[in-house]
């Protein structure tokens, strides 16, 4: 007998509700087209059964989002007349449940009217326009019984954003980017229903606090949006191209062509070979839910600017949904008028984003990213000098991610120094504050921080050498002081003591990474088990403290990939700097001091 299928008859809530209060873990979503919570409650995968007000509010948010989707599936596979259903469906719930504000928002949203805050609903409005849009471009018959649902769209995004933009000043916050693009679809949609031209360009597109004039206020000249977040950034991407459909991307305005394209570029540099992206700053980490939305927007960037690494991003993603995405691709073929731009370079092997603070370091076999700027306002984490290290599909030490942000306990876990691979003095947190930038090559990179720890100045220095990686954290104060660098795997980890050597560490994974770790003082080393990354908090990993009692100490690591030869054999600090030597008897030199 065939699930029955419903769509939720109740208001949605804040989607971040839906976490297990115990375990840390996003709950298990059941089918959320049934449009029904679970019976015994929502499942966590470690046996615990969650039924809350606020946990039934947050499902109910999927279930809709889930609903707009497929319902916009349905209409790109041309199943008319069961796509058209649901609209009408939703007009008359909508009209029902969203005559005003939600109620039951909390006090610091910006609230929607279906939903508890407006940006959500507002990404629900650009798949429920982009259904419409597209039936509406087949000919599709009974559309004008949607209109009201579009009109009272458009207009509670209009509401939305100038709360925002006029009130709070937020031209620049994620939000507008997603409010624009519901009023962009949903406006296009509706004047597609009623076969006359948009007008609603000045309003939404070009005017004052429309999607150009946000990109232009969100997206630092690196390219970075301001947040300095993996996952807002392509949050913000995703929304403008969404919002874009139909445009020619030559014939937009030359500096948001522009903007656009070096957003692809962030994503192209920022990821491994093999399409693996770093959740840098904040967001979730691996979830079915994101790998699809990263699929989405490669295929759409490709029809902008195409780039190989955007097919490796979306090979990727299409593996963590375990091969399916729904003919997406299709859905999407022909988004844009007039083709795309040209291919975009490939990214350089020493990659630096001076404004937002990250360096991307492509040794052989290691995709290496320090982070060194700006906190990242309340998606920063306190994470200066941190290093990532990844292989083409491994992810060794990655940035952790975050967990839904009602878990306060855990959220608060996973922005803290002690959760990334960066230093601590004194076994304190670090500053909310920024690092800079202190020289770059085609080689190397370096940067400090003065500011994480008062009187405590900070060095790190990342270099390709030619079968390797060079890492040395240099940390210096006016007193002794109790300093540790901090090593925070994702894979299992062998961790080896050799009497009057370096220390010997084995990352694995898809492909295996050795480590040999020196000091310039006597160092203690901690090993103990810890949460991994924030996708679940109940999954322990070994976390690896190298600690000294100095005034000045420099940390030296080097790393080689199993499949990079010759084979490191020794790592030493001598009077002159590092020496590295190799199975062949070559010899590489670096110095330590910055």
């Given at each position: 007998m065939a699930a029955v299928k419903r769509i939720p008859r109740e208001r949605g809530g804040w989607w971040h509700a839906y976490v297990c209060p115990v375990h840390g873990v996003e709950l298990g979503h059941g089918d959320l087209l049934a449009g029904r919570f679970p019976k015994a409650g929502a499942r966590c995968p470690h046996g615990c059964r969650v039924d809350t007000e606020e946990v039934r509010g947050a499902w109910t948010v999927l279930s809709h989002q889930a609903w707009a989707r497929h319902i916009r599936l349905l209409a790109e596979r041309g199943e008319h007349d069961e796509a058209l259903r649901h609209l009408v469906e939703y007009v008359a719930l909508y009209a029902e449940l969203a005559d005003g504000q939600h109620d039951g928002a909390q006090s610091w949203m910006l609230r929607g009217r279906l939903f508890h805050q407006a940006l959500t609903e507002a990404i629900w409005a650009v798949n429920i326009g982009h259904a419409v849009w597209t039936l509406a471009l087949r000919g599709a018959p009974g559309l004008p019984a949607v209109l009201p649902l579009l009109d009272a769209l458009e207009s509670a995004a209009l509401d939305a954003r100038d709360a925002l933009v006029v009130r709070d000043e937020g031209l620049a916050s994620n939000y507008t980017a997603w409010l624009n693009a519901a009023g962009i679809v949903t406006g296009r949609a509706a004047a597609a229903v009623r076969a006359v031209p948009w007008t609603g360009a000045k309003q939404w597109l070009d005017g004052d606090h429309g999607l150009y004039a946000h990109l232009r206020a969100a997206v630092a000249p690196d390219g970075w949006e301001w947040e300095g977040s993996t996952y807002y950034h392509g949050f913000v991407l995703r929304a403008a191209l969404l919002a874009l459909r139909g445009t020619d991307p030559a014939g937009l305005p030359p500096d948001v062509t522009r903007i656009v394209a070096r957003m692809t570029d962030v994503l192209a540099a920022i990821s491994t070979d093999g399409g693996v992206l770093p959740a840098l700053h904040d967001g979730p980490?691996?979830?079915?839910?994101?790998?699809?939305?990263?699929?989405?927007?490669?295929?759409?960037?490709?029809?902008?600017?195409?780039?190989?690494?955007?097919?490796?991003?979306?090979?990727?993603?299409?593996?963590?949904?375990?091969?399916?995405?729904?003919?997406?691709?299709?859905?999407?073929?022909?988004?844009?008028?007039?083709?795309?731009?040209?291919?975009?370079?490939?990214?350089?092997?020493?990659?630096?984003?001076?404004?937002?603070?990250?360096?991307?370091?492509?040794?052989?076999?290691?995709?290496?990213?320090?982070?060194?700027?700006?906190?990242?306002?309340?998606?920063?984490?306190?994470?200066?000098?941190?290093?990532?290290?990844?292989?083409?599909?491994?992810?060794?030490?990655?940035?952790?991610?975050?967990?839904?942000?009602?878990?306060?306990?855990?959220?608060?876990?996973?922005?803290?120094?002690?959760?990334?691979?960066?230093?601590?003095?004194?076994?304190?947190?670090?500053?909310?504050?920024?690092?800079?930038?202190?020289?770059?090559?085609?080689?190397?990179?370096?940067?400090?921080?003065?500011?994480?720890?008062?009187?405590?100045?900070?060095?790190?220095?990342?270099?390709?050498?030619?079968?390797?990686?060079?890492?040395?954290?240099?940390?210096?104060?006016?007193?002794?002081?109790?300093?540790?660098?901090?090593?925070?795997?994702?894979?299992?980890?062998?961790?080896?003591?050799?009497?009057?050597?370096?220390?010997?560490?084995?990352?694995?994974?898809?492909?295996?990474?050795?480590?040999?770790?020196?000091?310039?003082?006597?160092?203690?080393?901690?090993?103990?088990?810890?949460?991994?990354?924030?996708?679940?908090?109940?999954?322990?990993?070994?976390?690896?403290?190298?600690?000294?009692?100095?005034?000045?100490?420099?940390?030296?690591?080097?790393?080689?990939?199993a499949s990079a030869g010759p084979a490191v054999t020794d790592v030493r600090l001598t009077g002159s700097g590092l020496e590295v030597e190799f199975a062949d008897g070559s010899l590489a030199l670096h110095r330590t001091e910055y």
């Open positions: 980490y691996q979830r079915p839910p994101l790998a699809l939305e990263w699929l989405e927007l490669s295929y759409l960037a490709q029809q902008f600017t195409p780039t190989p690494a955007l097919a490796a991003i979306a090979g990727r993603a299409r593996t963590e949904l375990g091969g399916a995405d729904d003919g997406l691709d299709r859905l999407l073929d022909g988004w844009f008028a007039g083709g795309p731009l040209p291919e975009r370079p490939a990214p350089d092997p020493v990659t630096v984003f001076g404004d937002t603070g990250y360096a991307v370091v492509r040794a052989r076999g290691i995709h290496a990213v320090l982070d060194f700027g700006p906190h990242g306002g309340s998606h920063g984490h306190r994470d200066k000098l941190a290093l990532y290290l990844y292989g083409k599909d491994t992810r060794w030490q990655p940035d952790p991610g975050q967990v839904p942000y009602a878990h306060t306990e855990f959220r608060e876990l996973y922005a803290s120094t002690a959760a990334h691979p960066a230093f601590r003095v004194d076994d304190m947190e670090q500053r909310e504050c920024a690092g800079r930038l202190l020289a770059t090559d085609d080689r190397s990179v370096t940067a400090e921080v003065t500011t994480a720890y008062a009187g405590v100045r900070a060095v790190r220095h990342i270099e390709t050498g030619p079968a390797h990686l060079v890492d040395l954290l240099m940390v210096s104060a006016a007193d002794a002081r109790r300093i540790t660098a901090q090593l925070r795997p994702d894979t299992p980890l062998d961790v080896q003591a050799q009497p009057g050597g370096p220390l010997r560490t084995t990352w694995y994974g898809e492909e295996v990474l050795h480590g040999w770790h020196t000091a310039s003082a006597p160092v203690g080393v901690f090993t103990r088990s810890g949460p991994g990354p924030a996708d679940d908090p109940q999954r322990t990993r070994s976390r690896v403290d190298l600690t000294a009692r100095a005034e000045r100490v420099v940390f030296a690591s080097v790393y080689q990939a």
